[in-house]
């Protein structure tokens, strides 16, 4: 566990480095954006301005979580691929341990950013829709006819596994790509869309199923989905995702303890 805690410690300080000046600077464009917003009553010069920076804000928060994901992986592919690997494999510590620091590390910078994230969405709601917000929630789901607490809940934890499972995929993926003797980068990329296109084949059965056991066609079907088989697909999408997600950590962890192949 020591060892474990050294490696995590090593890649969140890696990471850290681009990722907390990038996480503050979009939640400081957010105050800022929204500082504008208050100022443009008084001074209506300043609406330009904020229409500017409302949609670079959103678009700032989306990059920002794309520029995370893209960097993990570069991050993952440089420690376990490259000339830099041979370092880190003659530690005392199971390829497994290297995966999980890795994955650990991705999952808590999402954590951090999900949480920015929603602080910044608060931040750009214009001040006139502060008051109406929550009777638009209340009727979206009454029209629904959904428990929003339940689906809420449920919704977020499909979402951070289903982002875990992207990632574990992409181990999976770099761990082949790795046998190759000439363009890893290419062969990984080959293989991780081998990887999604058995995804969405599972996924595509898992909706048949589901539908089918509530009396619906997946094809033809056009009515809404009532709250027990909406919750339904969620559960059964998080249950697919940790499936995906463990069996690519299995095989990323075979290959890497028993064909590693460092540049």
């Known amino acids: 566990m020591k060892l ?10 890696c990471t850290a480095r681009i ?3 990038l996480i503050f600077g979009i939640v400081l464009l957010a105050g800022f954006t929204k500082g504008v917003e208050s100022l443009a009553d008084p001074l209506p010069f300043l609406n330009f301005l904020y229409a500017f920076l409302l949609p670079v804000s959103i678009l700032g928060i989306v990059g920002m979580f794309l520029c995370i994901v893209l960097l993990s992986i570069r991050h993952f592919f440089r420690n376990m691929t490259s000339a830099h690997g041979y370092f880190l494999f003659m530690l005392p510590v199971k390829p497994s341990m290297h995966l999980a620091s890795h994955l650990f590390t991705y999952v808590i910078w999402l954590i951090v950013a999900g949480a920015a994230a929603v602080g910044c969405v608060f931040l750009l709601i214009p001040n006139s829709a502060y ?23 449920i919704l977020i934890a499909m979402l951070l596994l289903s982002a875990t499972a992207f990632m574990c995929t992409i181990y999976a993926a770099v761990s082949i790509g790795q046998l ?59 249950i697919l995702y940790v499936l995906i997600g463990t069996t690519s950590f299995f095989i990323a962890n075979r290959l890497f303890s028993k064909h590693l192949n460092l540049i």
């Open 131 to 153: 008051a109406q917000l929550g009777t638009i929630l209340d009727q979206v789901f009454a029209v629904l006819q959904i428990n929003e607490n339940r689906v809420i809940i």
């Open 4 to 13: 474990f805690n050294h490696l995590f410690t090593y890649h969140f300080k």
């Open 19 to 21: 990722f907390l000046p």
């Open 180 to 238: 190759a003797k000439e363009k890893r980068a290419v062969t990984s990329f080959a293989a991780y869309i081998g990887i999604y296109m058995i995804e969405q084949l599972l996924s595509v059965c898992m909706l048949i199923v589901l539908f089918l056991f509530f009396g619906m066609d997946l094809f033809t079907s056009t009515a809404a989905l009532s709250e027990n088989m909406l919750l339904s697909v969620l559960i059964g999408s998080s």
